[in-house]
């Protein structure tokens, strides 16, 4: 009786013409015992409700409101036989949280994703890779992308050969013989963007540096031609792999270094998209 009164209905109009987002109730048994209109709906129900009205309104409002983000997450792993590869720490969850952020800012989403325990965020289109060299694929299909970030953690290096069968123990049951596997360099995906980069995109990369972290990330952002470079050190207090939080500096191409605080993986993907929108309106200044 209460949600379908006239006061409640007459309510409920003001608050829609005001451009309050109504969520209709589900049909079912009430706190009073009847049966009708007027039931909590389930929490996933209302977050999915929330999370489309949040992507309508960051679409409509969002200052990256019609631009394609291409975001790389996650490790890639390079198969020695089909059950043994080589791989690293990476979680993805930088990236993810770049990707989320970017949504929530009204892009168009591109997520490109290594193997990951990590669900999309609502509203990506998610392409899932194994290696680098899909990763190559899958990233230089979309490069006319406005914006690309480089957040996964791209093998540098891949067997030579990869067995078609699980390879063997050689040797005798006791044997110490030490055997070794050949590697050969993968096509680094962000320097060849970067030599082919429109005018006018924005290429990001990231840094992980264990030592001389400022000198080595400005050297990758001028020898990949990036416009923005994320330094990262998994040394640092907060900034283990896996974790949720991070502490970067961001250095971009006209030389401003931005040293952050310690902070949450969505905050840190917030201020990153927040230099690349600077970047963006204000034109690059080498350009
Ligand atoms: N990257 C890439 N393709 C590769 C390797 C890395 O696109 N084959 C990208 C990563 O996504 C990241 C950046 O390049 O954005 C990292 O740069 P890189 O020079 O590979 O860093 P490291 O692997 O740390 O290199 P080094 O070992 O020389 O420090």
Do not use: W
Not at 2 to 9: D, E, L, S
Not at 112 to 123: C, I, N
Request: net charge neutral; aromatic share 2%.
């Amino acid at each position: 009786d209460m949600y379908v009164h006239a006061a409640t209905r007459a309510n409920l109009d003001v608050l829609e013409a005001r451009g309050c987002a109504v969520m209709p109730p589900e049909h079912g048994e009430l706190a009073s015992g009847l049966i009708g209109e007027g039931r909590l709906p389930e929490p996933e129900v209302i977050r999915d409700k929330i999370a489309s009205v949040i992507l309508r309104s960051a679409r409509d409002r969002g200052d990256l409101a019609g631009r394609h983000v291409l975001v790389t997450a996650g490790p890639t792993r390079e198969m020695i036989d089909p059950v043994r590869f080589v791989s690293n720490r990476s979680s993805g969850k930088m990236g993810y949280a770049i990707a989320r952020a970017a949504v929530d800012r009204g892009a168009r989403v591109t997520l490109v994703s290594g193997p990951t325990s990590l669900d999309p965020p609502a509203g990506v289109d998610a392409v899932h890779v194994v290696s680098a060299a899909e990763m190559h694929e899958a990233v230089a299909a979309r490069s006319d992308a406005d914006i690309v970030i480089m957040a996964a953690a791209v093998a540098d290096y891949t067997p030579t050969e990869q067995s078609p069968q699980k390879i063997k123990k050689s040797g005798d049951s006791h044997g110490d013989e030490p055997r070794s596997l050949r590697l050969k360099r993968t096509v680094d995906i962000l320097a060849k963007l970067g030599s082919t980069k429109r005018q006018g995109q924005i290429l990001v990369g990231f840094a992980l540096e264990t030592e001389n972290e400022l000198e080595y990330g400005k050297r990758k952002l001028r020898e990949k031609n990036l416009d923005l470079v994320v330094i990262n050190n998994p040394a640092r207090a907060g900034s283990a792999f896996g974790g949720d939080t991070n502490e970067v500096t961001l250095v971009d191409s006209s030389g401003d270094v931005h040293p952050m605080p310690l902070l949450s993986k969505a905050h840190v993907g917030g201020a990153i998209l927040d230099n690349v929108a600077r970047l963006l309106v204000g034109g690059k200044r080498q350009e």
